[in-house]
């Protein structure tokens, strides 16, 4: 069984940025792989970011390539988003899941835990 906690969210303006961190509970977050998801108000939830569990290999939506940053640290079993240059378009709920071993996955329904969402909102 695995937890996950997102926090880091938050108000910013546009151009700024702000860090999410996805803490997880569990001693084989290792074996991971992480997603992160977002969804805004009335819109599906869609794919943002994923990790491999070594955290070897990352993948991006492309409207956030150049902009964003996943990383991991498996010894403090977190998962951070570093998000750069936000735009309005960037405001959401974002979400990290979790799926043992495997790739990266686009599709939320594959992914075997959730945190409980953070809110970003970006102003313009």
């Known amino acids: 069984q695995v937890q996950l906690v997102e926090s880091g969210g938050g108000l910013a303006q546009a151009g700024g940025s702000l860090r999410l961190s996805c803490a997880a509970s569990?001693?084989?977050?290792?074996?991971?792989?992480v997603g992160w998801f977002r969804q805004a108000p009335g819109k599906e939830r869609t794919f943002v970011a994923g990790?491999?569990?070594?955290?070897?290999?990352?993948d991006y939506v492309d409207s956030v390539k150049g902009r964003f940053t996943l990383s991991r640290d498996n010894a403090k079993n977190t998962v951070y988003l570093q998000m750069n240059s936000l735009k309005p378009e960037d405001t959401a709920v974002y979400y990290c899941?979790?799926?043992?071993?495997?790739?990266?996955?686009?599709?939320?329904?594959?992914?075997?835990?959730w945190g409980q969402g953070t809110q970003v909102t970006v102003s313009s």
């Open positions: 899941a979790a799926r043992l071993r495997g790739g990266i996955y686009t599709t939320g329904d594959v992914y075997d835990y």
């Open positions: 569990g001693r084989t977050f290792s074996r991971y792989s």
């Open positions: 990790i491999t569990a070594s955290g070897g290999t990352t």
